[in-house]
């Protein structure tokens, strides 16, 4: 296959700042709102077990203890790897000379989440199918980068900050809870991610300046 051709540079400098996203819960408030897989909310709702219960703290408020399963792990790495192969398989094979910015970010995870898989495989653990909520996410991500570019690199952003912002802190309590420490390759990047994703939205900013 040909290499994809690099970007043209963009002439602007005033930038226009995405959305505010709220900040990252603790895995304890953030898991009690999600209970079924969204891919675009990340790990919440995956990774707990089915016998979450309540209990009273000494003051005799309520809150939730999570526990960790492998089954849900392996769910959310599944889900997911469909999700990041579709957007990143999708900016590397557009023609819309917009997606050819976001090209090697750094951000990418599919090989990451390869890896992982791999180890488990090796450990004979079952690998599931992808859930029809990941497939459906990941079918509506690949239309609206037909229809809309401009909404598919906001849908990328959020993806991007969702992992690094929330699920990079559960995940590696995971991997302290049911893998002994190992530390998830999902999880490891060659450079700091939040200059990574400072990086991506400030491109996305060029961009709108520049009317994309």
């Known amino acids: 296959m040909a290499a994809a ?3 043209p540079p963009l002439t602007t400098t005033t930038l226009s700042p995405l959305p505010p996203f709220p900040p990252p819960q603790s895995p304890q408030t953030h898991l009690l709102h999600h209970h ?3 891919p675009n909310h990340g790990v ?8 979450t219960t ?3 703290d000494g003051e005799g408020e309520e809150w939730v203890e999570w526990e960790p399963t492998a089954k849900g792990l ?3 790495l599944v889900d997911s790897k469909v999700v990041f192969d579709t957007v990143e ?4 094979e557009s023609e819309d000379v917009a997606l050819a910015y976001f090209r090697n970010t750094g951000l990418e995870r599919s090989s990451r989440i390869d890896m992982d898989l791999q180890l488990f495989r090796e450990e004979n653990m079952l690998i599931p199918e992808p859930s029809k909520a990941g497939l459906s996410y990941a079918k509506y991500l690949k239309e609206l980068s037909k229809k809309s570019v401009p909404s598919f690199i906001s849908h990328l952003y959020t993806i991007y900050f969702t992992r690094i912002s929330g699920d990079q802190a559960i995940l590696k309590q995971v991997a302290e809870k049911i893998l002994d420490g190992r530390e998830l390759e999902i999880t490891k990047w060659d450079d700091d991610p939040q200059v990574l994703l400072r990086q991506v939205k400030d491109t996305f900013n060029k961009l709108v300046e520049v009317g994309f």
């Open 5 to 7: 051709a690099a970007a």
């Open 36 to 38: 079924h897989i969204n």
């Open 44 to 51: 919440t709702g995956i990774i707990i077990s089915s016998s």
């Open 54 to 56: 309540k209990k009273k």
């Open 74 to 76: 392996l769910k959310y």
């Open 89 to 92: 398989g999708v900016v590397v």
